[in-house]
């Protein structure tokens, strides 16, 4: 152990030069580990309060501090009048990290500031003791970390509400070290210190140090002080109205040249042509654009905040996009609605997944963007998910309870996100067996259908009880329809559910898994659900015509 380590001189680097452009400010720290025993705290100070903190290394508020109450003034030694307070610390400083101390009746914990967390719209992961923001994209970030008696917050985003404010961020530390050697007076004189800037305040003293402890340490290092961010401009405040929803729009590929070469136009709607006479000789607002359909795997694959519909594409209630999806092998977007319709971020993504145009629109978007009708898609995923909620509807309304029971809180994303397989890829054509399974079978109101029917089927399996009920209730055929649940519920616990045998074999060539496409297997498995669908529809529903007499 020497000098240069008592002289602290990394941490004064750090926090005089580099602390404000890490991506991470730590605006609480209380270690007490022998060896560097640090304590960080911070506040938000009014600007005209600045020259007044920096004539001191002492900070200006401590941890605990800046909690509201009252003050009682005096005049000629006697009470003069009591008013309330809602911060006082006597420079106004307000604690970014509020320390909740219930004096051993109740656990301690950390709180950010609330303004800090309103301003952000920051949403409390429940699972982990941080804060995440979730930008008008749809991206999320971790915004405030809190571990180990440390609370670090993205820096970019303390910038953002400093600026709002028009106040400064002020970082207040001490650090203290040890060592086992001894110095002469003269030695602890001269490495003994205090420096101001016009940003920060403090001071360095090394001297001789008795240990309380037991240990061997006889040398002590104190730095103690603070370093102030000032805040950027008003409008860098990273909110509306200084940030634009698009700064930015990609160039979507729309065409082929004579040579075969792509030609790229912006998504800008601003540069577009319209019916209105806009930007004569400019590609229009609604020329068609294509893309893979592997485009929308990402949106499948989080259900949880998108949400993939009949011609259009959600991200929460943040942002939307009008497509179509009723083709089997592209998507198909207008280019004013890209530039319309998605962030720059999002822009980019689609981009990655731009195709020369492909055949046309599908009659479905055709009809609805140009003739002003109504059309049913005819992509097998959306008219099965459109024929099963009407028929859910119906059947509710005959009997009185729904045939299939509604998908719990952790499953029912399987429903939204149910699709015919982008790819032929083995996981996500399994991932689309095991929600088709949770919503016919896993999902059938066994206790509704065993009260309806007379046999007693109080130990059979759900598909089993169901075949008693279409019996007895003399659906013609209606072994057909059991038999194609029995089918899908192998296939679901020998493929999905287990290691793949002989048992998934001998149901993979009922469903002519070895001779055709992933994909047009999961299309007839629709196929034969919607026909199942409606037979029951027919027969429970559909009311026969009288004969003429």
Known sequence: MNLEYLQQKEWQKFLSEELPTTPWITVYKFNRDGKDDIAIFSGIIPLDKIKKSLETDSWDISIGEGHPGFVTYFSNGEEDRTEYKRNLNDLMVEPVVICREFNGMKENYLEIQEEFRLYHNLYKDPKRDVYVKIYDDGNEEDAVVIENKQVKIRTKLLKNYIAAKQMALAIYFENFRYSTEEFTEDEYHLHSYDKRDENFSFSLHIGPWSSVSGDNNKTISVLLGKRIILPPPFKKSGRWPFEERNAKFEDFIIGTDEEGEHIFYTSNPGKLANYFGANPGAPHFLTPVFFKKEVLTKYYNNPEKYSVEDGYLRCGGLWGLQMDNDHPDVVMVFLGYLGQGLFH?????????????????????????FMAQFADPTSEDLTFKSKFIQFLEKWSAKFGWPLFLPLNKDDSHLFTSLHVPVTNDHSEFDSQILAISKILIDSLNEKEIEKATKADTKELPGIAKFGHFLCENSLDNHENHIEFLKDLYALRSSGV?????????????????????????????????????????????????????
């Open 345 to 369: 971020s999002e822009q980019l993504y689609w981009k990655s997944y731009n195709i020369p145009p492909e055949g046309k629109i599908s009659a479905t978007c055709f009809k609805r963007s």
């Open 497 to 549: 559910g287990h290691r793949k045998g002989k048992r998934f074999a001998n149901v993979a060539k009922r469903f002519s898994l070895d001779e055709k496409p992933l994909k047009e297997v999961f299309v007839n498995i629709l196929n034969r659900a919607e026909e199942m669908l409606d037979t029951l529809e027919a027969h429970f529903f559909v009311v026969p015509h009288k004969k003429e007499m």
